[in-house]
């Protein structure tokens, strides 16, 4: 696509990466099939490629947003299925990255969303904030169907129904916990902010697992969100901070000499992780510290293998449906790893259609746009519900969140289950 940017805007960084990207579209348009929003409503200016042209011409013009343009912005998940589908390589997630951060600095939304947006990027990130915040939700589960009926797809009804029906207790603390096997290596574990508050079973089943397959576990104090929420919202100061502030807490880890792997079990986490490199390659600094980081990260699926599941397995048996989160397939472009993983563990394993497809999660997704974001899950839950599955897997607590509220059976993390099949406890939402 041929673009007009001027040797002025040019110098500036992120504009030089986004007209790169801008000119690499063909206009071939095979994005728009694996495009959710496109595949629902089959408007193109809420395909990949139609938003890359209201974006070239926003960046072009350095215009102020319109409210049309960023509704069309807003829209898009930043699932990234167009990344996996480009013939061209488009690199779209910088590019709605910058488009995000633009619109958050240029754009003055409506009072209300200002203070909703402010609201989340305060709370989600912080896992005490963020625990206060489901036991209102849980106290106010009984209104749900009066806020539905009342405000039919809002978002008070959304934030109400993703909250669960008990009030979480708080998040356990993080400890360090030593290989249990002859030690192979140490694993930096990522405390993540919603995970252990909604599902601390993934964690405790993580450690375990990593315990018995030899690595040491360890994790670092005072870390916070890895910033990829307020990321999401076009925050990027904000998820520069908190970029910065982990690498500083890793510091004493990255540096003293042995190596091992960085590890976050939301793949969501693990996407932002391995852009830290990216994120902060102008920062004198920090960008060394970054891109060490960014090159540890690992998903559970890179750290593992089949061979060594195999031969700790124990009998287990269960119809498993696996779901392949966004930011693990199109993000991470880890694709069969995690499936082999629980074939190797002896499931028996099956992959919904339209596998490739968003279930709606996506960070703030199902809060902003509960609308789009309810028949994406409803459509995943039904792809998933046709295996007729006794559990669905995943490996981000956005989409075990968001396909829960949809499916009929229980969602857990692959790391519950392979915990469970090499001797470990099997996941409690089982047992009953
Ligand atoms: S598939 Fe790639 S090159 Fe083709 S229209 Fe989409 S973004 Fe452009
Ligand atoms: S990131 Fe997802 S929702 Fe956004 S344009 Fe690409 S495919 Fe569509």
């Known amino acids: 696509m041929k673009t007009d940017f001027t040797a002025a805007q040019l110098a500036e960084p992120a504009t030089k990466v986004s007209a790169q990207a801008i000119r690499k579209c063909v206009h071939c348009g095979f994005c728009t099939a694996t495009c959710p929003t496109y595949v629902l409503d089959g408007d193109e200016c809420d395909s990949p490629r139609g938003r890359i ?48 951060s633009y619109v958050q600095e240029r754009y003055r939304r409506p009072r209300l969303e200002r203070w909703l947006r402010l609201a989340l990027a305060r709370t989600l990130p912080d896992r005490r904030r963020f625990g206060w915040a489901l036991r209102l939700g849980a106290l106010a589960k009984p209104l749900a169907p009066r806020t539905r009926r009342r405000h039919r797809q809002g978002r008070l009804a959304a934030m109400i129904a993703l909250a669960p029906r008990a009030a979480p207790a708080a998040a356990a603390p993080a400890v360090d916990s030593p290989a249990t096997a002859p030690r192979r290596g140490r694993v930096l574990m990522l405390q993540g902010c919603a995970e252990p508050v909604l599902m601390p079973s993934i964690r405790a089943a993580t450690v375990r697992l990593l315990n018995r397959l030899g690595f040491d576990v360890e994790f670092a104090s005072g870390e916070r969100c890895c910033g990829a929420l ?141 609308a789009i974001a309810a028949r994406l899950g409803e459509r995943k839950a039904a792809n998933l519900m046709a295996l007729e599955p006794q559990v669905v897997a995943t490996g981000n607590i956005g989409c075990a969140v968001q396909i829960g509220r949809h499916a009929g059976v229980p969602v857990v993390h692959v790391a519950e289950l392979l915990d469970w099949a090499t001797g470990g406890p099997a996941p409690a939402v089982l047992k009953t």
């Not at 072009?60 to 996996?84: F, G, K, M, N, Y």
């Open 53 to 100: 042209y209201l974006i070239k011409d926003m960046l072009e013009r350095q215009a102020v947003p319109t409210a049309d343009v960023v509704r069309h912005i807003d829209r898009c998940l930043s699932c990234l299925a167009c990344t996996t589908t480009c013939p061209s390589g488009v690199d779209y997630r910088h590019l709605v990255d910058h488009a995000r």
């Open 230 to 370: 307020v990321h999401h919202m076009g925050r990027e100061a904000e998820a520069l901070e908190h970029a910065r502030h982990n690498l500083d807490r890793w510091a004493e880890w990255l540096a003293d000499g042995e190596s091992g792997a960085i590890l976050a079990t939301a793949s969501g986490c693990g996407s932002q992780l391995k852009e830290y490199g990216f994120l902060l390659r102008n920062d004198p600094r920090y960008a060394a510290r970054a891109a060490r980081a960014a090159a540890l990260a690992r998903d559970l699926g890179e750290l593992i293998t089949p061979a060594e599941i195999r031969a700790r397995r124990v009998p287990v048996a269960a119809r498993v449906a696996y779901h392949a989160a966004c930011s693990l397939q199109h993000g991470q472009k880890i694709i069969a790893g995690p499936r082999q993983l629980l074939e190797a563990a002896g499931f028996e394993v099956s992959v919904p259609a339209e596998a490739h497809l968003c279930c709606g999660s996506a960070g703030t997704y199902n809060i902003m746009q509960p």
